[in-house]
């Protein structure tokens, strides 16, 4: 027991400060017009029609997951340890598994499509969240938060955790600096991923390499947008 205690402790110590010092309620805000336009200036400032003309992205996230994403095909070539996914994301039974490149059959590669797809969910919205504001299920809605204006999205459908909102915030060009989030696998509510380390890809989209949240990293490497 005394060891369990020496090893738990410390943990629950950080747990309980992290949580006091950052936990905060969902704020309320007002849908509407407004709400709508300040999501529209910031899809101005981060150039969304070169990354609707974007058909090919690529990146690696966390040195961990590479993807090779054929945007207006909808597919995603997922790749992790010795395992690839050949991801259709109109239609997930249609994707196809491979393990040391040979593909697998049957519930292992059920198995391992479902985690591809669960990966792809999560990973591509570190990329691409800020076009994603306008996605069917969405809900937009102008909060005041310090003073200014900024923009609390939630999710009622779709992806992997449904209900999960997110408050961005923006500088005076309307360009997002990092956003606060409220979600399911999260047990602290409201807290900070920085979005500011952004590139230009080849394609015109911005799209970012670096987020930064609490004590943790989260890289993207080798970031590519082609037409």
Known sequence: MGVIIFFTLPSLLFFGFVYFKYN???????????????????????????????NYIEWTFKNRHHYQWQKNENTCMVHWKDYKVDLNLNNPSLSKAFVHNFEVQGEQASEYIATALGYF???????????????????????KWNNQEALLVTYTTGGTTPG????????????PVKFRMWVDILPIG??????????????????????????????????????
């Open 190 to 227: 409201g807290l900070e991923a920085s979005w500011n380390d952004w590139t230009t890809t080849e394609s015109g989209a911005i799209l970012p390499t670096f987020h930064e949240m609490l004590f943790l990293g989260i890289k993207m490497n080798d970031v590519v947008g082609k037409e």
């Open 121 to 143: 969910n999560n990973d591509s919205f570190w990329l691409v969240a800020p076009y994603k504001i306008f996605d069917p299920g969405t809900e937009r809605r102008l909060v």
């Open 24 to 54: 905060e309620d969902l704020p309320a805000g007002q849908q509407g017009p407004q709400a709508d336009a300040l999501a529209h200036k910031m899809l101005q400032a981060l150039n969304h029609e070169a990354y609707l003309e974007t």
């Open 164 to 175: 999960d909102s997110y408050l961005w915030l923006l500088d005076t060009n309307n360009k």
